[in-house]
């Protein structure tokens, strides 16, 4: 039987188990990547493992997110990454240089290895057809030590591409299309092949931007296969050794079969608060912009930069809006600025943003109160943008540049003017000195630690009976921005007591307090959620500091890969309802018991939890692997790790 790309990409980094959906797999992790937010947990973690060198073909250490430097954290957390980095063999991409995925697919991602990558947005890497997965910094560290990933063999979903795109329709708005039909629930244990004819009209970064994205369906990861597109990208980024051809078989099999007509799309937009809330730019034309930024992992690239500058050339952002532009990488800023694209944007009215997260993240350029902003970045949970009140829609560089022009959401197709034909370029500007190589000489690197980098907190076992009370509860799509809010908190990311007075900050203002009341009393904190919990981010300080804070299980109708893993990691309990019903039983406050917890783990029985307050009993299941069942009795990753090398 003939085999698609993701089994083949698979079967060849298989070290544990078989390629049936479902089932828990092992894979052996070529590459590894990780941002600052995130990075420097993971690297505590790597070091805390003992592991002089790390054990991968190539690990890069970027600097994208935290780079406001209001205070010396973010500074410290750089020197930090900077020193470990050259200590242990992983090279490290300055600030400054680019937002690590932009970076990534530009300079070291190759088709058919593996990448996983401690930010949601890995799958990025799909663009030039390697499997490139989003996962928890603990995760990304052993993988860095030489440990191989373990996921649920996922089910393959094609998504068959017919025709081309029509003028003013870009890849923004192929994905926002999927997002439309598959929504942002119920689409773990998926990835998506994309494959058909239309494939080659895309270029590596149109396809990136769509595997992006998939990270707003919750699959998996999202892959490409390599063409000759792939090989003319990476020819012009100095890298044509890198390519091998990849595709899947003519008679390989899928899950399931989507099919798209890239020529019968048209603009579209995600509205607040949600990636999936989709409507047509034509539906929401006339709604009046205050805001407009163009940039993210997502919409960033050479090509989309080159757009924005020819629908301004010689004309003017509206007086009412404030235009934000960040290049993805150095490359791009140091291309559109030699080309004269930069002078046409700055001459228009853009402001010029740093190569880095920035605006998406919420680290600067909130928008004012009550604002209307449009933004080419791949999230818009409320509040994200640091102005809760702010409404942010989702949308391509053309209809982004529509709306800056125009002052009100507006179709590009209604300009009046001619779509910019945008050609991939030859060569790019091609600089890798602002990533730096590891020493050559380890032993003499001395790794420097900021006052504010403090030891991740250490996991303890499991109790037999959670006693303990309902400290908050929840409804569906809870994000881990709800969880563990960035924006102007991202720079306690290296102090998890500090950043846990944070946790649930925009639901419960008092929930951290009230946790740790209850730790020290003895009582156990449980939250209680409904579908889709843990959406969105990689960022495991949504399971480290509600551990933290004496957090022992969650109980949700659903959860999120990542989220699910990392509260496995950090020896948080994640269980689901057998019935949907029983979340209207379970209120905050509500005292309750979870007993025998040892025994039904080790047998891998249900569990009972008796609500003391309500005076119900409900059944609990989980869907725990063997090895995860361990992690959860050991306390958490690190300590079975410990437990596993004794
Ligand atoms: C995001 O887009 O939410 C982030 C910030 O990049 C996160 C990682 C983090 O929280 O540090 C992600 O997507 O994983
Ligand atoms: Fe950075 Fe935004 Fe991409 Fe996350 S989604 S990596 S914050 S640009």
Redesign the pocket.
């Known amino acids: 039987m003939g085999k698609n790309i993701i089994t083949k990409i698979l079967d060849a980094h298989l070290v544990e188990g078989k390629l049936e959906p479902g089932t828990e797999i092992a894979i052996r992790i070529d590459q590894t990547l990780t941002?600052d937010?995130?990075g420097t947990m993971a690297y505590l973690q790597f070091e805390a493992m003992g592991v002089p060198r790390v054990k991968t073909e190539l690990s890069v250490s970027y600097v994208d997110?935290n780079t406001l430097q209001d205070g010396y954290e973010n500074a410290d957390d750089h020197r930090y990454l900077q020193t470990v980095a050259a200590k242990h063999g992983i090279h490290y991409s300055k600030a400054g240089n680019g937002i690590c995925h932009q970076v990534h697919l530009e300079r070291f991602g190759r088709p058919g290895r593996t990448l996983l990558g401690?930010?949601?947005?890995?799958p990025t890497g799909g663009g030039v057809g390697m499997l490139a997965i989003?996962a928890g910094g603990l995760d990304v560290a052993v993988a860095m030590g030489g440990g191989p990933f373990y996921l649920t063999c996922p089910k393959v979903v094609k998504i068959n591409l017919t025709g081309k795109l029509p003028p003013w329709v870009s890849a923004k708005d192929v994905i926002l299309a999927i997002l439309e039909v598959l929504t942002t629930k119920g689409n773990v244990g998926m990835v998506i092949e994309y494959g058909g004819d239309g494939v080659g009209t895309l270029s590596v970064p149109e396809r990136a931007t769509i595997t992006n994205m998939g990270?707003e369906l919750g699959v998996t990861t999202s892959l490409f296969p390599s063409d000759d597109n792939t090989r003319a990208f990476l020819k012009a980024q100095g890298r044509e050794d890198h390519w091998t051809a990849f595709a899947a078989d003519p008679d390989a099999t899928y899950d399931r079969t989507i099919d798209i007509d890239l020529a019968g799309l048209v603009p579209r937009m995600a509205k607040p608060h949600s990636p999936d809330n989709i409507a047509t730019v034509r539906e929401l034309a006339g709604t009046k912009v205050d805001q407009v930024m163009v940039g993210?992992?997502t919409n960033s690239s050479y090509r989309d930069l080159m757009i924005v500058a020819a629908m301004l050339k010689g004309k003017r952002v509206h007086p009412d809006v404030s235009f934000g532009v960040a290049p993805g990488s150095r490359q791009v800023l140091a291309m559109i600025a030699s080309n004269g694209a930069l002078a046409e944007i700055i001459a228009a009215g853009g402001r010029i943003l740093e190569s880095t997260?920035g605006f998406?993240?919420g680290a600067g350029q909130a928008p004012r109160t009550d604002a209307v902003s449009i933004r080419t970045?791949?999230?818009n949970f409320e509040g994200?943008s640091s102005t809760k009140s702010a409404k942010v829609f989702l949308a391509s560089p053309e209809s982004a540049t529509a709306a800056a022009l125009t002052g009100v959401i507006t179709d590009p197709r209604d300009l009046g003017s001619n779509y910019p034909v945008i050609g991939m370029p030859d060569w790019f500007w091609i600089d890798d000195s602002m990533v730096l190589p590891p020493s050559d000489r380890p032993d003499s690197v001395v790794i420097t630690r900021g006052p504010n980098i403090g030891d991740p907190p250490k996991g303890e076992p499991l109790p037999d009976m959670i006693k303990g009370r309902i400290t908050i509860k929840v409804g569906d799509k809870i994000t881990?921005?709800h969880i563990?809010p960035?924006g102007s908190r991202?720079k306690y990311?290296s102090n998890i007591p500090k950043y846990a007075e944070f946790v649930f900050e925009g639901t419960d203002p008092l929930f951290s307090k009230k946790s740790l009341e209850n730790k020290l009393a003895g009582v156990h904190n449980i939250v209680v959620a409904g579908t889709s919990y843990g959406q969105?981010?990689?960022?495991e300080?949504?399971a480290i500091c509600p551990m933290f804070l004496g957090v022992k299980a969650v109980i949700a109708k659903s959860f999120e890969r990542?989220h699910a893993a990392n509260l496995i990691n950090f020896g948080i309990l994640p269980l689901t309802f057998s019935r949907d019903a029983d979340y209207d039983i379970v209120e905050a406050g509500n005292e309750l018991e979870i007993a025998g917890i040892v025994a039904a783990l080790t047998s891998g029985t249900d569990l009972s939890l008796m609500d003391i307050t309500a005076r119900k009993q409900i059944v609990l299941k989980y869907s725990l692997s063997g090895r995860q069942r361990e992690i959860l009795l050991a306390g958490g990753m690190l300590n079975y790790t410990k437990m596993k090398a004794k």
């Open positions: 941002q937010a995130t997110h401690s930010d949601s947005h890995t989003g990270a993210s992992c997260c998406c993240i970045n791949n999230r994200r881990t921005d563990m960035a991202l990311r969105g981010s990689s960022r300080h949504a990542i």
